[in-house]
T-cell receptor, first 115, second 114 residues
Framework: DAGITQSPRHKVTETGTPVTLRCHQT?????MYWYRQDPGHGLRLIHY???????DKGEVSDGYSVSRSKTEDFLLTLESATSSQTSVYFCAISEKAGTGANVLTFGAGSRLTVL | AQSVTQLGSHVSVSEGALVLLRCNYS??????LFWYVQYPNQGLQLLLK??????LVKGINGFEAEFKKSETSFHLTKPSAHMSDAAEYFC????????????FGAGTRLFVKA
């Protein structure tokens, strides 16, 4: 997990409350991603960023928003948490240069429980 | 659109036996393919990747995978399983040159019996 930190690592919240997960990197990588991991589904892309203030939706973006005001920080916000958003959330970063492969480096994950 | 299918959500092998984890992909453009491994309570880490060139790629911990375009497959193998190989393995695909989104399969959990 060198160079990428997720916070909080664990959170329990109630339905309807807002939640923000933070991803912080010290690698100065251009690309940042938020995935959620659920049994039987693997990792599904929520949102990604390809630069400061440049973000786009992934496969499962409904109910989530993101912001990236600095290269190093990528925030994931659940405006009004629901039980279906109980999951483990992973942040990933990459620095794809030219035609090279987009290799992801992952954070340790944030376990969110919505009651 | 790209997709990945991993055959078998759980695979169990004996220590010393061959490990074979199956992955098939779908991509409208030449893909880049990856295997990632996740140990308990950790994030994923790269095991190996295929971009272009040699279709048999070697990764860490004795794993290797072969890209077969005609079969749209990228199966992961290891000749002899070790107890420390017990983990969850994810196959992933991204669009080749220019692609920066990665799509993952559902994962295969590998159990290694003593």
């Amino acid at each position: 997990d060198a160079g990428i930190t997720q916070s909080p690592r664990h959170k329990v919240t109630e339905t309807g409350t807002p939640v923000t997960l933070r991803c912080h990197q010290t690698e100065n990588h251009r690309y940042m991603y938020w995935y959620r991991q659920d049994p039987g589904h693997g990792l599904r892309l929520i949102h990604y960023s390809y630069g400061v203030k440049d973000t786009d939706k992934g496969e499962v973006s409904d109910g989530y928003s993101v912001s990236r005001s600095k290269t190093e920080d990528f925030l994931l916000t659940l405006e009004s948490a629901t039980s279906s958003q109980t999951s483990v959330y992973f942040c990933a970063i990459s620095e794809k240069a030219g035609t090279g492969a987009n290799v992801l480096t992952f954070g340790a994950g944030s376990r969110l429980t919505v009651l | 659109a790209q997709s990945v299918t991993q055959l078998g959500s759980h695979v169990s092998v004996s220590e010393g036996a061959l490990v074979l984890l199956r992955c098939n992909y779908s991509s409208s453009v030449p893909p880049y393919l990856f295997w990632y491994v996740q140990y308990p309570n950790q994030g994923l880490q790269l095991l190996l990747k295929y971009t272009t060139g040699a279709t048999l790629v070697k990764g860490i911990n004795g794993f290797e995978a072969e890209f077969k375009k005609s079969e749209t497959s990228f199966h992961l193998t290891k000749p002899s399983a070790h107890m420390s190989d017990a983990a969850e393995y994810f196959c992933a695909v991204s669009e080749g040159q220019g692609g920066f989104k990665t799509i993952f399969g559902a994962g295969t959990r590998l159990f290694v019996k003593a």
